[in-house]
C-alpha cells in the first residue's frame, strides 16, 4: 500500500523545519507554510482534539486510542522539526541575514507572493462583501505593521503572554508571530538571545559539563525564561486551535478572505529595499544591553535598476514565487494520486 504524503513523517519533521524558519521571520507566518503545503487542516484538527475526550483517554490509559485519536505521531514529528530548525536551520538565516539580507528579504517577499496567489485561487467571491472582508483584513494587516513598538518587558507574566500570543502565527495564517514579538518588544530576548544562550549551554553539556546548567546565572534564568515561553506557547497552541476550528468550519470562505486581505496588507514588512531608521536620543542613537543600534522604523524605496544586485534580488523574487507553485502543482499531483486510490479500494 501506498503511504499518504501526510504519513510520511521524514517529510512531516521537514515540514516542521520549514515552519520554524518561517516562525522566525517577522511578516512570515509558519500556519501560512501549512496552509501552501497542505497539511493546514490537520494541524488545526490534531491540536483541537487535545480536549476533555483525548486526556480522559489518557487517564484511563487507552494509550493506543489516544495516540490515534490526537495523531500525536503527526504533532510530535512536526513540532521536533520546528525545535531542530531554531538550532540549524534559524542559525543558518542568521549568518545568511548578516551577509545576504537583501536576498533573504527578496525570497520571501517572493515565497509570500506566491502564497497570496496560492490562496486567492481557492477563495470564492460570492458577492460585494466578500470584498469588504477583503479590505477589512488588508487595513487590519496594514495597521498593525505600522503599530509603536514596545519595550522589552523579561517579567515572566508578560514572557508567558508573549508565548500566547506569539504562537497565532503557527495557527493563522499570515499573522506573523516573530512579528508579533516585535510589537511587544521581547523578540531579541526570546528569538535570538535566548537561542543564542541555550545553544553555547547544549554545545557544553554535549562536551560533558553537565553542571553548567545549574551554576551558570545567565543560563538557568534563560532556561526559566524559555520554559514560561513554551508554557504560554502551548497554552495558545490549543486555545487558538479550537477557535479556529470552530470559525474554520462555519466560515471557511470569509476566514481565507480575511487572511487573505491580512497579508496583503502586512507585505510591505517583506519589502526587501529599505532604510533602518535609527532610535534618537538626545545624546545620540539609542543603543541596547549589548550596544547594539536600536532600529525604531524603515523608510521603503524603489530599487536601482542600474545595479546588478537589484536585478539579482528581483530574480531571487520569481524564485520564491516559483518555489510556490512547484509545492502548490506537486501537492495537487499528490492529491489526484490519494484520489484515485481511495476510488479503487471503493
Avoid at 500570543?165 to 499573522?175: D, I, Y
Avoid at 525564561?225 to 471557511?252: D, E, N, P, W
Wanted: hydrophobic share 55%; with cysteine.
Amino acid at each position: 500500500m501506498q503511504q499518504r504524503a501526510e504519513d510520511n513523517f521524514l517529510t512531516v519533521f521537514f515540514h516542521g523545519m520549514i515552519m520554524g524558519v518561517a516562525n522566525k521571520i517577522p511578516g512570515v507566518s509558519g500556519g501560512l507554510v501549512a496552509f501552501v503545503l497542505g497539511f493546514y487542516e490537520k494541524f488545526i484538527l490534531s491540536l483541537s482534539r487535545l480536549n476533555v475526550k483525548s486526556f480522559g483517554l489518557l487517564l484511563r490509559g487507552r494509550f493506543r486510542s489516544f495516540l490515534n485519536y490526537v495523531q500525536l505521531h503527526f504533532l510530535f514529528f512536526l513540532f521536533l522539526g520546528v525545535l531542530v530548525s531554531y538550532f540549524s536551520l534559524a542559525k543558518i538565516l542568521d549568518y545568511l541575514l548578516a551577509f545576504y539580507e537583501l536576498h533573504v528579504w527578496s525570497l520571501f517577499f517572493g515565497l509570500v507572493l506566491g502564497s497570496i496567489y496560492h490562496i486567492a485561487k481557492q477563495i470564492k467571491y460570492p458577492n460585494i462583501n466578500a470584498f469588504f472582508l477583503l479590505l477589512l483584513g488588508l487595513l487590519i494587516g496594514y495597521g498593525l505593521i505600522n503599530l509603536t513598538q514596545a519595550s522589552e518587558n523579561d517579567n515572566l507574566w508578560y514572557i508567558f503572554l508573549c508565548g500566547v500570543v506569539s504562537v497565532s502565527g503557527m495557527t493563522l495564517p499570515g499573522l506573523s508571530g516573530s512579528f508579533l514579538l516585535i510589537l511587544m518588544g521581547n523578540y531579541v530576548l526570546l528569538l535570538v538571545d535566548s537561542v543564542n544562550v541555550l545553544f553555547e549551554a547544549l554545545k557544553l553539556v554535549l562536551q560533558g559539563d553537565l553542571s553548567i546548567l545549574w551554576k551558570d546565572a545567565q543560563i538557568r534564568a534563560t532556561n526559566t525564561i524559555l520554559i514560561v515561553f513554551l508554557m504560554g506557547s502551548i497554552t495558545g497552541l490549543v486555545a487558538f486551535s479550537h477557535m479556529i476550528k470552530f470559525i474554520y468550519k462555519r466560515y471557511q470562505n470569509q476566514t481565507e478572505l480575511l487572511i487573505l486581505g491580512f497579508i496583503i496588507g502586512s507585505l510591505q514588512m517583506l519589502w526587501p529595499w529599505k532604510i533602518e531608521m535609527l532610535q534618537v536620543k538626545k545624546d545620540g542613537f539609542a543603543m541596547d544591553s549589548d550596544q547594539h543600534l536600536i532600529v525604531s522604523n524603515y523608510l521603503d524605496y524603489l530599487p536601482n535598476l542600474n545595479l546588478s544586485e537589484n536585478w539579482a534580488a528581483i530574480l531571487t523574487i520569481f524564485l520564491g514565487i516559483a518555489t510556490v507553485l512547484i509545492l502548490e502543482k506537486n501537492a495537487s499531483i499528490k492529491r489526484r494520486i490519494r484520489l484515485r486510490i481511495n476510488r479503487k479500494k471503493h
